[in-house]
């Protein structure tokens, strides 16, 4: 695999691949790898056929968050402005990668650590390999979790773990990672490729916008109360009961065949 690029792209059959690809630095970010990630995400959304979307490392990392090499300061020096980095950086892909209308599958091939595990939170299912770990890594060099980490981890593992997580930056495994209610999935090594593959297919011939829709329903849900959630499902339910997939869905249930779904 090249090096030369710091996010490798791929589409094919429905599926969009995107590969952060700076093994010997664990897949770590700079601006160059944001910028073109932020390219990337703007392809997929403009590629008319694509209808799941992989997220994963090169190398024996996921992603280790933002290069550290780009923040030394030297004594005296005027320190970078992280608040701007994140606003320029973090925030586009977080919001990116929760906007897309299709499924994002992450698949944690290794450690991900600080940025680089709350970015693989943003996707809608996440996969680990079994030797992978989650590292809140932020409060070992003095900062809070972000690209979402804050809202995340509350909302998924409750404020008890959250806290844990965040204050001691421990090495959480991915099995845990799955066992909290973290993580979609913790798969064995050995099993690991074909398990994202079979899911990546099985996502690739599934009712598209209906899945773009559960996953603007479940977004909506973390933020609004029951009333305006039953007002969005209806709208939403009103809007899918017209595509060729929910006719198409019906009528195979019908004719008890399988479904030949387009995402339309
Ligand atoms: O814009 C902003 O600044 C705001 C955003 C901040 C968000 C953040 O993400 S802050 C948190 C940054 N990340 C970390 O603090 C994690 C740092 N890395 C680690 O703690 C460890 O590398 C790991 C626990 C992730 C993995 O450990 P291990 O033992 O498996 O690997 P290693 O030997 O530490 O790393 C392998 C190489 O990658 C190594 O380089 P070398 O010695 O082979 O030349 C290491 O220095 C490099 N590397 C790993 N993480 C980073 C990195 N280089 C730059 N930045 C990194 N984050």
């Not at 599958?105 to 650590?113: E, I, R, S, Y």
């Not at 409060?139 to 804050?150: E, F, N, Q």
Request: contains cysteine; neutral net charge; glycine residues 8%.
């Amino acid at each position: 695999m090249t090096t030369d690029t710091p996010i490798l792209y791929a589409y094919a059959d429905g599926i969009a691949r995107i590969t952060l690809n700076r093994p010997d630095r664990l897949n770590s970010f700079t601006d160059a790898m944001h910028a073109e990630l932020r390219a990337a995400l703007a392809r997929v959304a403009a590629e008319p056929g694509a209808r799941v979307l992989l997220l994963t490392g090169a190398g024996r990392g996921f992603c280790a968050g933002q290069d550290l090499a780009d923040r030394a300061v030297a004594p005296g020096a005027e320190p970078v402005d992280i608040g701007a980095s994140i606003e320029r950086n973090y925030m586009p892909l977080v919001l990116a990668l929760r906007a897309l209308p299709l499924p994002v599958v992450c698949a944690v091939n290794g450690v991900a650590a600080g940025a680089g595990a709350n970015v693989a939170l943003a996707c809608d299912l996440v996969i680990a390999t079994r030797s992978a770990a989650f590292i809140q890594a932020f409060c070992k060099i003095g900062l809070i979790p972000d690209a979402g980490g804050t809202s995340f981890l509350v909302r998924r593992v409750g404020a008890a773990r959250a806290m844990g997580l965040a204050l001691l930056g421990d090495k959480l495994s991915a099995a845990d990672a799955a066992a909290w209610g973290l993580i979609w999935q913790c798969v064995d090594d050995d099993a690991f490729t074909a398990t994202v593959e079979t899911t990546l297919a099985q996502l690739a011939t599934a009712p598209t916008r209906g899945l773009a829709a559960i996953k603007r329903a479940l977004q909506a849900a973390e933020d609004q109360p029951l009333a305006a959630q039953l007002l969005l499902e209806r709208d939403l339910q009103r809007e899918l009961g017209r595509s060729d997939d929910y006719r198409e869905g019906v009528t195979a249930f019908m004719a008890k065949r399988a479904p030949s779904f387009t995402g339309r």
